[in-house]
Each structure stands twice: as C-alpha cells, then as structure tokens.
C-alpha cells in the first residue's frame, strides 16, 4: 500500500489558507532519473512553422540525427521534433510528432534539449497522485500512449507540478494506457535530477 500527501498554507493579502490532500492505493511507481542539460543558440530557419534549424552556440553539441528535442524559448516550447542533422551546431529538425508553438522570429534565442525517455506500465484511469520535479530550471514532462503525447506539463523553474483525485480536478491520462514519460530541461549550465512519482490502483 503506498500513499500521497500534500500539505500547504495559502496566503492571500496577509490571510492565511491551510491546504491538505492525501491519497492511498495499492500500487506506486517512482523514477529519478538525469536529464542531459540543453543547448543555446538561435533560430535560423522556419519560422512559424514546427520544423527548422536552430544555429547552437555550441559547434558540437552532444545532439545526433533521430533524437527527438524540446525546443524552449521565452513565452514558448515545441516538444516532440525529430532531429535530421546536426553540423557544425546547425540543428535541423523536422515536426515529427511535435506540437506546442511554432518558431518565432529568425534570431530569437532558444534552448534545444534531447527528451530523456522513462519507460512505465499503468492505466491512467487508476491513477490517484501524479507529482513531478526537477532539480533546477524550465522542464517539460509529457505523458505518451504507443508514441503519442496524451498529456504534458510546461514546469517552471524550480516549481514542481502535481494532480490528486481528491482534489476535486479530473485525471488528465484517464483513458490512457501510459508506457512511456519524457522529460527534458531547459537549463544550459548542467544536467538535472528529475523525480517522477505515479500512485495507482494495482488491484485489478
């Protein structure tokens, strides 16, 4: 039997609100895993679309051809591209499956981070708890079904992100038979600890 709490205190104009959620069931899933730190550089090709070049002012970042990359810039992200080539720090990458905002202007600056991907197994609909963090910077965590993004969260710096069904709110993967997370980070100074945790109804 695992469990979930939240415990919090709201303050409004000086006012305080205590907050408390809890949750038990039968099954738990637990990862933590280390999210490769992105890379800068600047738009070069595509704008308004979901498929382009963004020029890294890295001549050779730890990117290759097939990897799938979140694309993070101030005021947007495009998650899910799949890379084609990669020389001399000019990234090219077509939509895949990607989703999110379109390139903005030629020139603006970006941050390209590889997708760190966790393998799981549970039905979304049993979930009772979802909670995520990660150590330091922008992260975006997408929750998929045979490839495809069912759900996914853009977390700010330093903020986690969290869903209890006692919270009155509906479950965002219900339906979904979840077998894969991915995870990437926004932050270029170093590679980040992320910690995802799932409660579920494992009784069948």
């Avoid at 101030?74 to 890379?83: E, I, S, T």
């Avoid at 977390?155 to 995870?183: C, H, L, R, Y």
Wanted: proline share 2%.
């Amino acid at each position: 039997m695992g469990s979930a709490s939240l415990v919090a205190n709201v303050n409004i104009a000086g006012m305080g609100f205590p907050v408390s959620f809890s949750e038990s069931d039968e099954g738990a899933i637990l990862q933590e895993v280390t999210v490769p730190k992105g890379y800068a550089g600047v738009t070069t090709s595509g704008v308004g679309t979901r498929a382009g070049v963004v020029t890294s002012t890295n001549s050779s970042p730890t990117i290759t051809d097939s990897d799938f990359v979140d694309i993070y810039w101030d005021g947007g992200v495009l998650y899910g591209c799949n890379v084609s080539d990669v020389t001399a720090g000019a990234i090219t990458f077509a939509d895949g499956n990607a989703g999110g905002d379109v390139l903005p202007a030629n020139g603006t600056v970006m941050v390209v981070s590889v997708r760190k991907d966790i393998t799981v197994a549970f039905e979304g609909g049993d979930a009772s708890a979802l909670a995520a963090s990660c150590t330091s910077g922008r992260c975006y965590i997408a929750f998929l079904e045979s490839g495809s993004e069912h759900f996914a969260v853009d977390i700010a710096n330093k903020q986690g992100w969290f869903w209890m069904e006692s919270m009155g709110f509906a479950n965002p993967i219900d339906g979904d038979t979840i077998d894969e997370i991915w995870v990437s980070t926004a932050d270029i100074t170093a590679d980040q600890q992320f910690t995802v945790g799932v409660l579920y109804d494992s009784v069948s």
